[in-house]
């Protein structure tokens, strides 16, 4: 049975003014699953950053409840809750002239009295809590000799090392590559499952979360709050609801995106229909918006015979042969106009000076 790390019920987020009350998001209610990686999807606007902020006891609640192991959020003291709950907010820039090793003690703050002196037992959490994220070759560095993704990866060492059963992330994976952010969301879910964290984030990166979480919470302003797993939500048509728009479809086998391209030609394409090759020249004509089509009697063919070649066929006759597509895409719109305009001229029984 799945145990509940959090629970809120009739939510509204905002802010409080002293006019009036700021509504963000109402009707929220929702749980969390302990040792899970869930994460918070939804356009900008949304209201995802306060929800989080809401849900981690920085911004007090417009009304509603937030219960965190099966207390209200309001009856816990600050320090208590800090050794509940780590958040990591995503502009870490301002840490300067400060070590690795120095960043991910202040994770150990709350145990460490009011002069702050690390025991024995606080540096060797800090030092688990490197080896874990896998940076401790760089506990030794300032931080603004960090390239971004490294800066992300001590930032949630430092969430570790404060050893608390939830983490809280906002935009973990903002300003880094596409690399980079793979490795953070893999990262996560290893320490959910391997730590027994219960991890909450906020993130754009749809397909990254879609892959890799076990939980999907999707907020949107006018659908409201739908959550589960990436598969039962796909299967609920769910996805398709939330985020579909124009020029883009949901692959649900594969719980990503694809775009769709505007096509005004066709082409015949032919071959090793099993081979990478066949599927990637498919793919390089419809970007250019060429639609590869079915054997047919057409002047203008392309032939993948999957052996590394991409072969352009005109009149029965092999005209070109390339091993590498943009060549032969560069060709193919060519080869069909001329043999339009070549069409044309011959119904219309013009010479070759007409």
């Given amino acids: 049975m799945q145990k509940t790390s959090i629970e809120i019920n009739n939510l509204v987020t905002g802010y409080k003014s002293s006019k009036k009350n700021v509504v963000v998001s109402e009707n929220i209610s929702a749980v969390v699953y302990s040792h899970e990686l869930t994460c918070l999807l939804g356009p ?3 209201g995802k950053s306060t929800l989080l902020r809401t849900i981690a006891g920085f911004q007090p609640a417009l009304s509603g409840n937030i219960e965190i192991d099966g207390l209200d959020i309001k009856s816990y003291k600050s320090k208590s809750l800090a050794r509940l709950v780590s958040v990591v907010l995503t502009d870490n820039s301002s840490i300067k002239n400060m070590s ?7 994770g150990r703050a ?10 024995p037992n606080d540096k060797s959490v800090i030092t688990k809590s490197l080896e874990w994220v896998g940076i401790s070759e760089l506990k030794d560095r300032k931080m603004q000799t960090l390239s971004d993704g490294e800066k992300q990866k001590v930032m949630i060492a430092k969430a570790i090392a404060q050893d608390t059963p939830i983490i809280f992330m906002d935009e973990p994976t903002a300003f880094l590559d596409y690399t980079s952010k793979i490795q953070i969301m893999l990262l996560l879910h290893r320490l959910a499952k391997s730590l027994h964290k219960t991890i909450f984030i906020s993130t754009h990166d749809l ?7 076990d939980h999907i919470w999707m907020l949107d302003k006018n659908l409201g709050l ?6 039962d939500l796909t299967a609920m048509g769910l996805i398709d609801e939330y985020f579909n728009r124009d020029g883009i479809t949901y692959d649900k086998e594969h719980c990503t995106f694809n775009i769709d391209h505007e096509t005004s030609r066709e082409v015949v ?5 099993s081979s990478l090759q066949y599927r990637l020249c498919c793919r390089a004509l419809v970007r250019n918006g060429i639609q590869p089509v079915d054997d047919r009697d057409d002047v203008v063919k392309v032939y993948v015979p999957g052996d590394g070649t991409y072969r ?4 029965g006759v092999e005209v070109y042969n390339v091993e590498r597509i943009e060549f032969l895409v560069g060709t193919v719109v060519p080869t069909i106009v001329k043999n339009q305009i070549s069409a044309i001229r011959e119904a219309a029984n013009m010479t070759q000076y007409e």
């Fill in 44 to 46: 900008n606007g949304a």
């Fill in 100 to 106: 690795v090793f120095d960043v991910v003690a202040m």
């Fill in 110 to 119: 709350p145990y460490t009295g009011f002069w702050g002196k690390l025991s």
């Fill in 207 to 213: 397909e990254h979360a879609l892959q890799v979480a």
């Fill in 226 to 231: 739908q959550t589960g797993s990436p598969e």
């Fill in 269 to 273: 394409v032919y071959g090793d229909k």
């Fill in 312 to 315: 352009l066929i005109e009149k």
